[in-house]
């Protein structure tokens, strides 16, 4: 029972546009998303995160949109640069009573061609 | 200055033993974790600790025990490993109640 999904495995894009990579939550518990970025053999890196009682959020050329009542997240990166291939990875929380707990998308890998 | 830190980086063993994995956190977190990431790429929490007390604990199978020997320390001890047990195994830690979790480089275990 995946709770949170990352349906697009892949994701390639020109250098200097926009990339926009998406996530679908099921739980309607959740009250935090976050996005990592992970380089290979390297742990998740925290990226950028959003509160369930926002819509946007935005730090420097990274954005994260979220629709609540479509149960849908995104970050848009503008300009995509090189640097940015990574396999981004979309995670949603709930405060359980005895911690927090990260639930993570499967990922989508960003190629960020020149 | 690594924040997350992970031993070993490899581990190659064979079926049937018993390995550790340590996990250190120099950040002055309180909480720390301890995920999975399997063949698929799934990530997912399998315990967290909060000041040297278990807070969550999966449906892991008990041949995994962690270990808090302080609020800086996590060991995964696991006992009698199997293949299944191959996997890239993350620590992270977090202050108490904060929603951002910090990793390690993880430790990628195949068992033969």
């Known amino acids: 029972d995946q709770q949170v999904k990352q349906n697009s495995p892949s994701l390639s894009v020109q250098e200097g546009r926009i990339s926009i990579l998406n996530c679908d939550y099921t739980?309607?518990?959740?009250?935090?998303f976050l996005w990592y970025k992970k380089y290979p053999a390297e742990g998740p890196t925290f990226l950028i995160s959003i509160s369930s009682i926002k819509d946007k959020n935005e730090d420097g050329r990274f954005t994260v949109f979220l629709n609540k009542s479509a149960k849908h997240l995104s970050l848009h990166i503008v300009p995509s640069q090189p640097g940015d291939s990574a396999v981004y990875f979309c995670?949603?929380?709930?405060?359980?009573?005895?911690?927090?707990?990260?639930?993570f998308g499967t990922g989508t890998q960003l190629k960020v061609e020149l | 200055d690594t924040a997350v830190s992970q031993t070993p980086k490899y581990l190659v063993t064979q079926m049937g033993n018993d390995k550790s994995i340590k996990c250190e956190q120099n950040?002055?977190?309180?909480?720390m974790y301890w995920y999975k990431q399997d063949s698929k790429k799934f990530l997912k929490i399998m315990f967290s600790y909060n000041n040297k007390e278990l807070i969550i604990n999966e449906t892991v199978p008990n041949r995994f025990s962690p270990k808090s020997p302080d609020k800086a320390h996590l060991n995964l001890h696991i006992n009698s490993l199997e293949l299944g047990d191959s996997a890239v195994y993350f620590c992270?830690?977090?202050?108490?109640?904060?929603?951002?979790?910090?990793f390690g480089p993880g430790t990628r275990l195949l068992v033969l």
């Open positions: 995670a949603a929380e709930y405060f359980t009573g005895g911690g927090n707990k990260l639930t």
């Open positions: 739980n309607s518990m959740f009250d935090y």
């Open positions: 950040l002055g977190h309180d909480t």
């Open positions: 992270a830690s977090s202050l108490a109640g904060a929603q951002t979790q910090y």
